[in-house]
């Protein structure tokens, strides 16, 4: 994400997620533990996307009815942002199988409507290759996989979830990413969020637990 997209983006998320964090933990004296799980979902000004998501999915956790939408894509501060999107919240994978913190969000613009039970994406594999795919009205998907291969079947499992009046016409992208390196793990959706209007409302209209 270009520096100047995310620092505009970081200021409305301290401007309005931060007081909602203070709200949450209501006006009472608070414990030592939670002063410091407060403090720690506090974004600040110096923080990363990458930090500010994990202090959201701190947040997310902790109050789940409240949920709060995952730190977006680059292009979601344009007027693109606006149109329909789900959210795919993805977490590292680990040997047993369990998922940690879900940091790694995938923006779906102009979804298909369908609740599921299951992720609709396979477990992956991140990396430095990225794969964009611009939809029709220039709206785009962005993915992070460790080689070519993956990059394009997670693409092909992403446009089943795009409304197809979208696909005519798009195009997908594939390259070595530019900027610092990610970490290569294995990644799995275990939730979905679904925002019909964009970042004009930043609380889901629904949300999808996966088993």
């Known amino acids: 994400m270009p520096t100047r997209d995310w620092a505009k983006i970081r ?18 004296t608070l414990s030592a533990t939670d002063t410091a799980l407060k403090d720690a979902m506090m974004i600040q000004t110096n923080d990363s996307s990458l930090i500010a998501n994990s202090r959201l999915a701190l947040y997310n956790q902790k109050f789940p009815s409240q949920a709060v939408a995952a730190v977006p894509e680059w292009w979601q501060v344009r007027p693109e942002g606006k149109r329909p999107q789900l959210i795919l919240l993805c977490g590292k994978k680990h040997d047993n199988g369990n998922v940690g913190y879900l940091v790694y969000p995938i923006t779906i613009p102009h979804p298909i409507i369908n609740r599921r039970a299951t992720s609709p994406i396979p477990d992956y594999k991140k990396g430095n290759i990225e794969a964009i795919l611009t939809l029709k009205d220039n709206s785009k998907v962005i993915v992070n996989t460790h080689d070519n291969d993956t990059a394009n079947s997670l693409i092909e499992a992403i446009k089943l979830l795009i409304d197809p009046a979208y696909l005519e016409g798009s195009f997908t992208k594939v390259g070595l990413r530019k900027g610092q390196s990610l970490l290569a793990i294995t990644v799995a959706a275990k939730k979905a969020r679904y925002f019909s209007q964009g970042l004009k409302n930043t609380k889901p209209d629904w949300i999808d637990k996966y088993t």
């Open 11 to 28: 200021k409305l998320f301290i401007a309005n997620f931060n007081p909602i964090v203070t709200s949450a933990f209501g006006s009472d």
